[in-house]
């Protein structure tokens, strides 16, 4: 389960101060000590993790007192808030284009969940927003990557535009886009090529495809249980790219939390959705507030 490891922890430590009716700063210093550790084991970015625990500790040795709450309580309660501040803060909408259709611009490595998260999101911008999605194939280099969206298509009963693997991508995304307006479908979601690592050759061809097609939103899918790999990758993917938001792919499998905790903070990017399984209506809209309430319980 996502965070459970991070979650075991810090509910251990907290269950020590909760009850308290009195918080010395002695007290304080040893929980930012254990948080510290907790999230640096959970694989939290350590420069993250050393500015969180110096925003905590400001707060909560001066902190506001409430009297519905135990002085305990209120220094949980500041842990609570900046860890919601740490992922993001508000829930983050998704970008509506003044004149339709949206574009969407999938980018990310190979094996992160690109694809089946093309679907997904196609699917719960239908099931949630009354949307009519077209799926564009712009992986031209694996025909498997075509295959595997034309699947989700059919078992999605939703439209793809693919042209094989002979077009070039920005032909490709500009004829969709065309077709889109023709066929009335409000949002073109591009998978657009992965690659295993990053590269110099992938990133020229995503970056011709935004400069061309000027997408609303640029989505970088990571997979969470790569940690901090993933926040290097959504560093790099954003300063070739500009990204607007992540997609945190197999959030179900991490049980520690490091990227979702890190990538914000690095990149200054939102995680806008969370990837919680393979199946299609697995897919999340990323509220920090109920993930911090998770972690803490
Ligand atoms: P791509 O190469 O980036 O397009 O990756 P795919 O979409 O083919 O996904 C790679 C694998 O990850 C597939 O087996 C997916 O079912 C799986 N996957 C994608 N998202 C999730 C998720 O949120 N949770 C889990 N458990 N698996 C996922």
Request: aromatic content about 4%.
């Amino acid at each position: 389960m996502a965070f459970e490891g991070l979650a075991d922890r810090l509910q251990g430590t907290f269950q020590k101060i909760k009850g308290k009716g009195k918080v010395t700063e002695q007290d304080v210093k040893e929980m930012t000590r254990e948080v510290r550790l907790a999230l640096l084991e959970a694989d939290v970015n350590f420069k993250v993790v050393k500015d969180f625990v110096k925003r905590v500790k400001e707060r909560a040795i001066g902190q506001e007192v409430m009297e519905s709450l135990t002085p305990g309580q209120q220094v949980i309660k500041v842990v609570k808030e900046e860890l919601t501040e740490l992922m993001g803060g508000d829930e983050s909408k998704i970008a509506v284009a003044n004149r339709p259709p949206t574009v969407i611009m999938m980018v990310g490595l190979q094996g992160a969940g690109k694809t089946t998260t093309t679907g997904k999101l196609a699917n719960l911008l239908r099931k949630k927003y009354n949307r009519t999605p077209l799926l564009v194939a712009a992986d031209v280099y694996r025909p498997a990557a075509i295959n595997q969206l034309e699947t989700l298509g059919k078992q999605l009963s939703m439209p793809v535009f693919s042209k094989g693997t002979d077009a070039n991508p920005v032909d490709i995304a500009n004829e969709a886009i065309a077709h889109a307006k023709e066929e009335h479908n409000d949002y073109v979601i591009i998978d657009t090529a992965g690659r295993l690592h990053v590269d110099e050759g992938l990133m020229d061809e995503l970056k011709q495809i935004k400069a061309d097609v000027n997408p609303d939103e640029v989505f970088l899918v990571v997979d969470a249980m790569t940690g901090q790999d993933a926040v290097n990758v959504a560093e790099s993917f954003n300063e070739q790219l500009d990204i607007t938001g992540v997609v945190l792919t197999k959030l179900d499998g991490d049980t520690r939390g490091g990227a979702a905790l890190s990538i914000k903070a690095v990149t200054d990017k939102p995680i806008k959705f969370a990837g919680m399984g393979e199946k299609l209506d697995q897919l999340e809209q990323f509220h920090p507030e109920r993930m911090a309430s998770r972690i803490l319980g």
